[in-house]
């Protein structure tokens, strides 16, 4: 799938995240890597052989505190 050199990272590799975008839509909440990776903003993925990885968002990622 992917032409570039050197070749991103597959889909299986622990580093697939930084692959090249081929599509973006955040409007829709979702993109689309070069290695065929759909990757969602809440940080979940769907891998190209149809397995979902669960969002992985660091603990407490967004919460603010109150004054």
């Given at each position: 799938?992917?032409?570039?050199?050197?070749?991103?990272?597959?889909?299986?590799?622990?580093?697939?995240?930084?692959?090249?975008?081929?599509?973006?839509?955040?409007?829709?909440?979702?993109?689309?890597?070069?290695?065929?990776?759909?990757?969602?903003?809440?940080?979940?993925?769907?891998?190209?052989?149809?397995?979902?990885?669960a969002p992985h968002r660091p603990v407490g990622a967004g919460?603010?505190?109150?004054?």
């Amino acid at each position: 799938m992917c032409q570039h050199q050197p070749p991103c990272p597959s889909a299986v590799s622990a580093d697939r995240e930084s692959a090249r975008l081929v599509a973006h839509h955040p409007e829709q909440g979702w993109s689309l890597l070069c290695n065929g990776v759909v990757l969602f903003e809440d940080t979940g993925e769907l891998l190209p052989d149809g397995r979902v990885i669960a969002p992985h968002r660091p603990v407490g990622a967004g919460l603010t505190t109150a004054a």
